[in-house]
T-cell receptor
Framework: GENVEQHPSTLSVQEGDSAVIKCTYS??????FPWYKQELGKGPQLIIDIRSNVGEKKDQRIAVTLNKTAKHFSLHITETQPEDSAVYFCAASGMNRDDKIIFGKGTRLHILP | EPEVTQTPSHQVTQMGQEVILRCVPI?????FYWYRQILGQKVEFLVSFYNNEISEKSEIFDDQFSVERPDGSNFTLKIRSTKLEDSAMYFC?????????????FGNGTRLTVT
């Protein structure tokens, strides 16, 4: 089955700097890659997703890149703000009805004042 | 914006007892899921449910676990005889389409503590 690895487990960046979180996946059939943000005491919330037919997607300060050949995908947050502090999870899924979303282990992002 | 609601937010139970975790998915969603998250670890898939039956389940979802959609709005997870290692956050999620076509909407979770 699918296995998703995520790095780093913890990341501290100065407010205003950029943060990058990287993930790899094992199943070449996976074609949907969402990113979730989990704030304290809440469930994961989708922030951006990318499908395998594109290599990059951007939404304001957040961008995601996908390299299908290398089975890598990354989350980029620019101009970080205090409210970006949270745990971020990458995930991967296939197209079939029974394909579940498999999560990485998460990255705890700290934005330093 | 409609949201997935879970009750209770925190459940404490003794080892060997049965617990039922409750979820109300978003009303027009068709696919339902349970995930769990042991403290500080990743979110793990337990089970998916569609058209009143289990679509897929993980190896974690053994005979002690069951799910039910008893009416048109609730989706429950039952653990028959809880073990210490069942202590975790349990998240319910729903989506209008299969998970690869639309994002999962998660509830805020139920923290289960087994003593």
């Amino acid at each position: 089955g699918e296995n998703v690895e995520q790095h780093p487990s913890t990341l501290s960046v100065q407010e205003g700097d950029s943060a990058v979180i990287k993930c790899t996946y094992s199943d070449s059939a996976s074609n949907y890659f969402p990113w979730y943000k989990q704030e304290l005491g809440k469930g994961p919330q989708l922030i951006i997703d990318i499908r395998s037919n594109v290599g990059e997607k951007k939404d304001q300060r957040i961008a995601v890149t996908l390299n299908k050949t290398a089975k890598h995908f990354s989350l980029h947050i620019t101009e970080t703000q205090p409210e970006d502090s949270a745990v971020y999870f990458c995930a991967a899924s296939g197209m079939n009805r029974d394909d579940k979303i498999i999560f990485g282990k998460g990255t705890r992002l700290h934005i330093l004042p | 914006e409609p949201e997935v609601t879970q009750t209770p937010s925190h459940q404490v139970t003794q080892m060997g007892q049965e617990v039922i975790l409750r979820c109300v998915p978003i009303s027009n969603h068709l696919y339902f899921y349970w995930y769990r998250q042991i403290l500080g670890q990743k979110v793990e898939f337990l089970v998916s449910f569609y058209n009143n039956e289990i679509s897929e389940k993980s190896e974690i979802f053994d005979d002690q676990f069951s799910v039910e959609r008893p009416d048109g709005s609730n989706f429950t997870l039952k653990i028959r005889s809880t073990k210490l290692e069942d202590s975790a956050m349990y998240f319910c999620a729903s989506s209008p389409q299969i998970s690869s076509n639309s994002p999962l909407h998660f509830g805020n979770g139920t923290r289960l503590t087994v003593t």
